[in-house]
């Protein structure tokens, strides 16, 4: 069992930036493809990035591409989220997933319904 937590969430002006968090406990958490999803109301979950278990493979969607970055700290069990140039349509719940991987595993996931873990996720809202 993993359990995640995100932190960082907040009201910030068009051109911001946040830096989201996600603290994971529970089991050794560089077994796991770590990853960030988010929500806006009446739409559906979206990807929006992902890190391999050592660091070494990272995927973004293009939507964020080269605002947003993801990093994970396997000695502090953290995985973050620095999103910069907020957009109004960056609003969203953004929650963290985790994904069991066998050791051989270098790569990310793109499908959330990969992902065994997920945190409660925490309110992003870019008002413009």
């Known amino acids: 069992q993993v359990q995640l937590v995100e932190s960082g969430g907040g009201l910030v002006q068009a051109g911001g930036s946040l830096r989201l968090s996600c603290a994971a406990s529970g089991r050794t958490f560089s077994r796991f493809v770590m990853a960030w999803f988010r929500q806006a109301p009446g739409k559906e979950r979206e990807f929006v990035a992902a890190i391999s278990r050592t660091g070494g493979n990272i995927g973004y969607a293009d939507s964020v591409k080269g605002r947003f970055t993801i990093s994970r700290d396997n000695a502090q069990n953290t995985v973050y989220l620095q999103m910069n140039s907020l957009k109004p349509e960056d609003t969203a719940v953004y929650s963290c997933?985790?994904?069991?991987?066998?050791?051989?595993?270098?790569?990310?996931?793109?499908?959330?319904?990969?992902?065994?873990?997920w945190g409660q996720g925490t309110q992003v809202t870019v008002s413009s």
């Open positions: 997933a985790a994904a069991s991987a066998e050791t051989y595993y270098s790569g990310i996931y793109y499908n959330p319904g990969l992902y065994d873990y």
